[in-house]
DNA sequence: AGAGCGAGCGTTTTT
DNA sequence: CGCTCGCTCT
C-alpha cells in the first residue's frame, strides 16, 4: 500500500468519524461515546438525571441503522480523493442526512438480533415509544421488555426444554404465600416458630442464587434446625407448583437460566441470535439476572449494561450492588463511561444530593455536575404535627400554582413509608386540590379481581389447585373447608389434580355424596371453557362473571348497602380483556392471564393528569418533578429506625434519600415535624440526619419563630382583629381581579369567614395580585395564613 | 357455614 | 390507628 492510499484511508476514517459526531452533535460527548461503542462489554455509570433513556434509545436506533459503522476501520477499495472531499464538504452541510451516514453501515443487524431488558413496563414502554418515534415500525420487533416478560417469552418458545407445560400458570407473591402458608401447616410447623414471610424471602434468595430444593438441602451452611425446615418448605413448596403446572415470578428467571445452562441447543439459538445485548437499571440485578446476561450475551460479547449505583434501592428485595461494583472485574475489557452531566436539576438541588451522597463508602464514585443554574436552595421546614405538615404542603402548592405559575402535576410528595399519605390525603382532600395517590391495594390484588382472574386460571389450567380452592365456594356452593381438604387428600393419594378429582367424584366415595355439586361446578368450568374457544376473550370474562353467580353476589352484597365498587372493579376487568382483545390480534387467555400477572398496576401514574401525586420514594425512581415535598424528614422513620443499627441498611437508606432529592427539578421542600401520629403512638423525632448532611450553602432552615404568644385579638373569645394598612375596597379588588375572577367571592376586613381546611377565620387585610387576591386571615384554631382567593374557597359566616 | 369479636401487628416493591 | 387473622359462638 502506497503512503498516498494511507493517507487517504486516514483522511476516510477521520471524515466518517467527523460525520457521525455531527450528526449525534446533540448528545453530549460522554453520551456520544457510549452510543458509538458497540462492541464488546460496556458498563455506563449513569447518575440521576444524565439522560440515560436518551442514551439507551439512541444507542439501539444507531445500531440498528448503522452496526458497527463508527468503530470499523473498513476502508472501501480504491476511495478516491473526489470522493473524501465530498465527505468533508458534508461536514460544512447544516444538516447531515442518514442516507449519507447509511453509506458507511457495518452489518447492522435486524431488530430481533437487539435485547434491551429493563426493570418496570413503564421504563419498557418508554423505550419502545421513543424508539418508535426514531426508527419506526421496526422498534416493535427488538426484544425489549422486563426481564420476566423476556424470560418467559424464551420459556414458551421452549417449555419442552425448560421442564414446563404448555399452559403454565404465573403465582404472584399472594399465591406463593398461600402455598408456603398450606405447606406450614401441613408440616405442623408454626407460624410462631418461622413465619411465612421468612420462609418466602428464603426461598425466592435461593431462586436468586440459582439454587434448586437438592441444592439447597445440599449446602453445608443449612444445617440448622430453622434451614432443615426452610429446606423441606423449599422442596414441598416446588412440588406443589409443579403438580398445579405453576412458576413464581423467581422461577421465570431462575428456570430460564438453568435451561440455557443445561441445553446447549437453546444456548447457541439464543447467544447466536442475541447480538447486542443491553440492560437497564443494572444496580437492581440480582445473581440470576446478572448470569441470564453473560449467557445471553456470550455469542457475540455485546452486552452492555447501565446504571447507578447510588440508586441502588432494592437490595432489601435480593438485588446486589456488587453486580454493578465489580462488573468490569467480572467480565473481561469491559469499557467504562461515567455520564455526570446533569440536566434535570438546579445547582443546589445536586448539591444537596452531592453532599448527602458523598457521606456513603463504596461507592463507584461520581459526581453529578450541574448545567442548570443555582436555582433557589432547599427548604427546610419544621411544623407541629403531621397535619400542619400536610397543611403547609397544600398551601405551598397553591401559593406556587399562583406565584410561579405551576400546574397541579408539577408537584410531587414523596415519603418513605406509605403509612404517611393518610394525613396527607386527609387535607388534600379538603383542600380542594386535585391529587394522585399511588400506591396501596391495586387493582389486580383487590380480593373481587384475583377471584376473576381465578376462575379465568381454572378455565385455563385446571391443574392450578390453589386458584381452584380460592373460588370453589366463592360465590358460595355449600362446598365446605371439610369437603375440600377431602378432595385434596384424594388429589394426592391418587395422583391426579383437584380438578380431575371433581370431575369423577362419583366414583370415590368418600366424596360421593357430594358429587352433584361439583359436577355443577365442572360443568361451569366446561361450559366456560366453550366460550373461551369461540366467543372473545371480552365475552368469556363477562361470561365467567354472570355464569359463575359472582354478579349476582356482588349485585345482592349492593342491594345490602355495600359500595357498589366492587361490582365496578369486576366490571373494569371486563373492558381490560376488551382493551386486550383489541391490541392483540391473536389474543388468547393465557396470554391474558400472562399480561395480568406481570403488568401489576393499570392505576400507574400518568404524568398528563393535571394533578399533585403522593407516592412513596421507591416507585417514584425514573421520574422526574418540577418541585417536590419530602415530608417526614425525621430520625426512626427517614431513616427508618430499623435500618439505623446496620451500616448497610443506612447506606441504603441514604441512596433512597438521594434518589429523593434527585427527582426534583427546581424547588425541594424538606418537612419535619415536632411530632407525630404514627401507628397510633405518638413519636417525637429530631429531624433527619440526611438533612443535617446537605452542606448549608444548598439549604435554607426556616426554623420557626420563637413560640409566637398567642395573640389574644386574633382569638374568637376577644373578637378585636387588627386591620391592615393594605386593605382595599371590595371595588378595587373586583377592579384589579378582573372578569376571570367574577366567580370568586370578595370579603374584606373584619368579614367572618370559613375555609374548608382551616375552620372559622376573620379577614385581617385583602390584597390584590394580579389577577388573585392574597387575603391575611386569624383563623380561630389555626393562627394566621394568607391565603389565595382561587384557591381558599372561602364562604361567609 | 358464617357472623362477630379481640389480639396482634405494621418498611420500602416490581415482576 | 386500622387492618388481618383466628377463634368462638350461634
Redesign the pocket.
Given at each position: 500500500m502506497s503512503n498516498e492510499v494511507r493517507g487517504l484511508s486516514a483522511r476516510y476514517l477521520d471524515a466518517k468519524k467527523a460525520l457521525f459526531e455531527k450528526k449525534y452533535g446533540f448528545l453530549n460527548e460522554m453520551q456520544r461515546k457510549a452510543v458509538f461503542t458497540v462492541n464488546g462489554p460496556l458498563l455506563v455509570l449513569a447518575g440521576a438525571g444524565t439522560g440515560k433513556t436518551t442514551l439507551l434509545v439512541n444507542r439501539i436506533s444507531f445500531i440498528l441503522k448503522y452496526g458497527n459503522a463508527y468503530l470499523s476501520d473498513i476502508v472501501p477499495a480504491g476511495v478516491s480523493e473526489e470522493y473524501i472531499k465530498e465527505l468533508e464538504s458534508l461536514l460544512q452541510e447544516d444538516e447531515i442526512s442518514e442516507e449519507t451516514l447509511a453509506d458507511f453501515a457495518v452489518a447492522p443487524p435486524a431488530p430481533w438480533q437487539i435485547l434491551a431488558i429493563t426493570?418496570?413496563?413503564?421504563?419498557?414502554n418508554e423505550m419502545k415509544t421513543r424508539l418508535t418515534n426514531i426508527v419506526g415500525e421496526s422498534a416493535n420487533d427488538v426484544w425489549c421488555g422486563?426481564?420476566?416478560?423476556m424470560c418467559l417469552r424464551m420459556l414458551r418458545s421452549h417449555s419442552k426444554e425448560a421442564g414446563l407445560d404448555n399452559h403454565f400458570t404465573i403465582y404472584?407473591?399472594d399465591d406463593s404465600k398461600k402455598v408456603i402458608?398450606e405447606c406450614m401447616k401441613q408440616l405442623n410447623i408454626d407460624?410462631k416458630t418461622l413465619?411465612a414471610k421468612t420462609v418466602i424471602s428464603q426461598i425466592s434468595k435461593a431462586k436468586d442464587q440459582l439454587m434448586t430444593p437438592h441444592d439447597f438441602d445440599a449446602d453445608i451452611s443449612h444445617n440448622d434446625f430453622k434451614m432443615q425446615m426452610i429446606s423441606s418448605l423449599y422442596a414441598m413448596y416446588q412440588a406443589r407448583l409443579t403438580e398445579a403446572g405453576a412458576v413464581d415470578?423467581?422461577d421465570?428467571i431462575m428456570k430460564t437460566v438453568l435451561m440455557l445452562k443445561t441445553n446447549a441447543d437453546v444456548r447457541e439459538y439464543y447467544q447466536k441470535k442475541f447480538r447486542y445485548v443491553l440492560i437497564d437499571e443494572f444496580q437492581d440485578t440480582n445473581y440470576a439476572q446478572f448470569e441470564l446476561a453473560r449467557i445471553l450475551s456470550d455469542g457475540y460479547g455485546n452486552l452492555m449494561v447501565v446504571g447507578d449505583d447510588d440508586q441502588s434501592?432494592?437490595k432489601?428485595?435480593g438485588a446486589t450492588v456488587e453486580n454493578i461494583l465489580t462488573f468490569d472485574e467480572k467480565i473481561k475489557n469491559a469499557s467504562v463511561i461515567k455520564l455526570e452531566d446533569n440536566y434535570r436539576s438546579t445547582e443546589a438541588i445536586l448539591g444537596a444530593a452531592n453532599s448527602v451522597i458523598r457521606h456513603n463508602f463504596g461507592r463507584r464514585g461520581k459526581e453529578l455536575r450541574a448545567c442548570r443554574g443555582p436555582g433557589e436552595k432547599i427548604t427546610v421546614k419544621k411544623v407541629e404535627t403531621q397535619n400542619d405538615e400536610a397543611k403547609f404542603i397544600v398551601n405551598k402548592i397553591m401559593e406556587l400554582i399562583i406565584r410561579e405559575k405551576r400546574k397541579y402535576g408539577d408537584f410531587a410528595v414523596l415519603y418513605?413509608?406509605?403509612?404517611q399519605s393518610?394525613a396527607l390525603e386527609n387535607v388534600f382532600a379538603k383542600s380542594g386540590v386535585p391529587y394522585r395517590l399511588?400506591?396501596g391495594?391495586?387493582f389486580f390484588e383487590r380480593k373481587e379481581v384475583k377471584d376473576i382472574i381465578a376462575y379465568l386460571s381454572v378455565v385455563s389450567n385446571g391443574n392450578d389447585n390453589l386458584r381452584l380452592r380460592r373460588i370453589i365456594?366463592e360465590p358460595?356452593r355449600?362446598?365446605?373447608?371439610?369437603?375440600i381438604n377431602q378432595i385434596e387428600l384424594l388429589s394426592e393419594t391418587v395422583g391426579k389434580s383437584m380438578f380431575s378429582i371433581m370431575e369423577s367424584a362419583r366414583s370415590y366415595p368418600a366424596v360421593s355424596k357430594s358429587a352433584g355439586k361439583f359436577e355443577m361446578f365442572v360443568y361451569l368450568i366446561y361450559g366456560l371453557r366453550k366460550i373461551a374457544r369461540e366467543e372473545g376473550l371480552a365475552k368469556l370474562v363477562e361470561k365467567t362473571i354472570e355464569l359463575s353467580g359472582y354478579g349476582e353476589m356482588l349485585r345482592a352484597a349492593e342491594e345490602n348497602g355495600e359500595s357498589t365498587e366492587r361490582s365496578e372493579n369486576v366490571r373494569e376487568l371486563i373492558s381490560y380483556a376488551a382493551e386486550y382483545e383489541h391490541n392483540n390480534e391473536n389474543a388468547t387467555l393465557e396470554g391474558f392471564l400472562e399480561d395480568i400477572?406481570?403488568?401489576?398496576?393499570v392505576d400507574n401514574y400518568d404524568a398528563s393528569a393535571d394533578a399533585v401525586v403522593l407516592?412513596?420514594?421507591?416507585?417514584a425512581k425514573g421520574l422526574e418533578f418540577p418541585v417536590v415535598f419530602l415530608p417526614g424528614m425525621e430520625e426512626d422513620l427517614f431513616?427508618?429506625a430499623?435500618?439505623v443499627m446496620e451500616a448497610e441498611?443506612l447506606e441504603?437508606?441514604r441512596r433512597?434519600a438521594y434518589v429523593a432529592i434527585t427527582r426534583a427539578k427546581d424547588r425541594l421542600f424538606m418537612i419535619h415535624t415536632r411530632e407525630r401520629?404514627f401507628?397510633?403512638?405518638t413519636m417525637y423525632n429530631p429531624q433527619s440526619r440526611f438533612i443535617g448532611e446537605i452542606a448549608a450553602e444548598y439549604k435554607n432552615e426556616d426554623v420557626p419563630k420563637p413560640k409566637e404568644k398567642p395573640k389574644t385579638e386574633y382569638g374568637e373569645k376577644t373578637r378585636k382583629v387588627r386591620i391592615s394598612n393594605e386593605l382595599f375596597s371590595r371595588s378595587a379588588i373586583s377592579a384589579n381581579v378582573g372578569k376571570a375572577q367574577s366567580s370568586v367571592e370578595t370579603f374584606r376586613a373584619g368579614d367572618r369567614v370559613k375555609h374548608i381546611t382551616f375552620g372559622v377565620g376573620t379577614v385581617l387585610s385583602a390584597k390584590a395580585m394580579g389577577a388573585d387576591i392574597l387575603y391575611e386571615i386569624a383563623f380561630d384554631n389555626v393562627g394566621t395564613k394568607k391565603l389565595m382567593a382561587t384557591y381558599a374557597k372561602l364562604t361567609k359566616v
Open positions: 426493570f418496570t413496563n413503564k421504563a419498557a422486563t426481564f420476566h416478560s404472584d407473591a402458608t407460624e413465619t415470578f423467581d421465570i434501592i432494592y432489601f428485595r418513605r413509608v406509605n403509612a393518610g399511588l400506591g391495594v391495586r365456594n358460595k355449600k362446598i365446605g373447608e371439610a369437603t400477572a406481570l403488568v401489576a398496576d407516592m412513596t420514594i421507591h416507585s431513616p427508618s430499623r435500618s441498611e441504603e437508606e433512597l401520629l401507628y397510633g403512638r
